[in-house]
């Protein structure tokens, strides 16, 4: 079974516009002749109209919405919103998510039902914090996390997702997962959902993996059974590195 490959750059709060609309006109001139990978980005939502003008063939997501069509929630956005500005797909989550603004399982649960409502891919993020790393108990934490938000979706609704696993100790800190700890992960969430789902959904799911992945250490990581593509942060930042990555399989 072959699974999709995904190269998603999460640009978190970063950039202005000018900077945003050189970095997509940047991506789509140097991914011209890139096949076989899929390349998501994921910038400010206030920028997702422009970049949606000039995407191409890239899928546009964005980083965060509240999960309710409309109504009283001052400052927020809703999925039909960003559905209407030419996303297709969202983050949900993301550990800065969780851990900054204290969303919830029950919250993140919310996200992922109304992604699937409004047909958008999701890309869920799990992955565990450094003392949980110590204590060794990664595998129960991740495991957890998706079934608490995730793993309640129908067989074809968990199709339609993509699953990003992303230590929280190597987020933005340059310190990188090392191959056998993406690989045991990555193996562990594959057989979980073959555990809910069984193996033909479990092996058409794409895990990418994220954690300060940049140009120089994507090609090991991608040599992983599991691995099937990144969610990067900071390299997404330069469209040279950003097409690197997505040129390391
Ligand atoms: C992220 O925040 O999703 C991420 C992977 O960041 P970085 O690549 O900068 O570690």
Redesign the pocket.
């Known amino acids: 079974m072959t699974r999709k490959k995904i190269v998603a750059g999460?640009w978190?709060m970063n950039l202005q516009l000018n900077d945003a609309i050189q970095l997509i006109d940047d991506i789509v001139s140097n991914s011209k002749d890139l096949s076989g990978v899929e390349l998501m980005v994921f910038p400010p939502a206030l920028f997702l109209l422009e970049i949606a003008k000039i995407k191409n063939e890239l899928t546009v997501g964005v980083q965060n919405f509240y999960p309710k069509e409309s109504g009283a929630f001052t400052g927020e956005i809703s999925i039909t919103q960003i559905k209407n500005c030419g996303a297709s797909h969202v983050?949900i989550g993301?550990?800065?998510r969780r851990e900054i603004f204290h969303e919830s399982e029950e919250l993140i649960k919310q996200k992922v039902d109304a992604a699937i409502l409004h047909e958008i891919g999701v890309v869920f993020?799990c992955g565990e914090p450094l003392h949980i790393r110590e204590n060794e108990s990664q595998s129960s934490y991740v495991k957890q996390q998706l079934i608490d938000s995730l793993f309640h979706l129908s067989d074809a609704e968990i199709q339609t997702c993509v699953i990003?696993y992303?230590p929280i100790w190597?987020?933005?800190?340059?310190r990188t997962a090392t191959v056998d700890q993406a690989e045991e992960m990555h193996s562990a969430i594959r057989s979980w959902i073959t555990e809910f789902y069984g193996i033909e959904i479990a092996n058409s799911i794409s895990i990418l993996y994220?954690?300060?992945?940049?140009a120089s250490n994507a090609k090991e990581l991608f040599t992983c059974q599991n691995v099937d593509g990144?969610?990067?942060?900071?390299?997404?930042l330069q469209a040279e590195s950003f097409i690197t990555i997505a040129r390391s399989f």
């Open positions: 999460n978190k983050l993301h550990s800065e993020c990003a992303e190597a987020i933005g800190t340059g994220g954690g300060s992945c940049n990144g969610l990067i942060g900071g390299a997404s």
